[in-house]
């Protein structure tokens, strides 16, 4: 199975701003990513931004003198936007697969990356394949900013929502605030695989009303009859980084495995 990694990346940020560029334990965080990347099984790993200043500072360590930036559009609207755009600019066929991994991810690990390219090279059916992991905790599944996803009996996703979903009717709210059974509730996690005809429909479709209502870019792909694979994830990855209380816990971590 062959595969490509593209990691979008734009400086502008509204959290933290210049976030690709922050400083994780003397390394740039988009860096750290690529290294993560470039540990999987992809045959290239490539970065999409729209600023030079992360270009000058990507690079490949298997292969040191290649140039593993491409500069794309600042108007562009999304991360996935920016992998269309980089499997335009290199003329990727129909049937590549290509996997967006979030530029402010510096732990992934890269057996994830691998499983999800995997997953959508074992369904054929599917357009999409991305990976979730259960909820071990009550205050993850009424998080807002945690994303549920609920399957079918052969792991197609139905829906993914910011709500606690799937909602226990029965259980009263006593009962739901002190429990640990969450009704096989999962976290989503946002790691994306795609055929290139996939990719390259997608970002063709408007904005889907379920999108614009939960902010969930994946819903436009449910309602335009996108069936996306989900694999429970092999590892349970560290969280990303958001904000700056997750840029101190990222570099605590970079520290202790120097």
Not at 30 to 57: G, K, N, P
Not at 155 to 179: E, H, V
């Amino acid at each position: 199975m062959e595969f490509r990694v593209v990691i979008p990346a734009r400086h502008a940020s509204t959290r933290l701003p210049g976030k690709p560029l922050l400083d994780i334990a003397g390394l740039p965080m988009i860096q750290r990513v690529v290294e993560r990347a470039c540990a999987s099984a992809a045959t290239e790993v490539l970065v999409a931004t729209d600023d030079e200043r992360i270009a000058a500072v990507v690079r490949d360590p298997r292969k040191p003198d290649a140039r593993i930036a491409v500069l794309t559009d600042p108007a562009l609207a999304s991360g996935t936007d920016r992998v269309a755009a980089v499997a335009a600019a290199r003329g990727w066929p129909d049937s590549v697969i290509v996997v967006n991994v979030q530029g402010d991810e510096p732990f992934l690990p890269s057996q994830l990356i691998d499983q999800a390219a995997a997953t959508l090279a074992a369904d054929r059916g599917a357009s999409i394949a991305t990976l979730a992991t259960p909820i071990a905790t009550l205050a993850e599944f009424i998080d807002p900013n945690v994303v549920k996803v609920v399957t079918d009996l052969q792991g197609r996703a139905l829906y993914f929502s910011r709500a606690a979903i799937p909602f226990t009717r029965d259980a009263g709210a006593a009962d739901a605030r002190n429990s640990s059974d969450f009704g096989a509730a999962m976290r989503h996690i946002g790691l994306y695989a795609y055929r290139v005809c996939a990719l390259r429909r997608l970002v063709r479709l408007p904005p889907s009303q379920l999108e614009a209502r939960e902010k969930l870019e994946q819903l436009r792909a449910l309602q335009n009859g996108m069936s996306i694979a989900v694999a429970q994830a092999a590892v349970v990855p560290e969280p990303g980084v958001d904000t700056e209380a997750d840029l101190r816990r990222a570099r605590a971590r970079a520290a202790s495995l120097a």
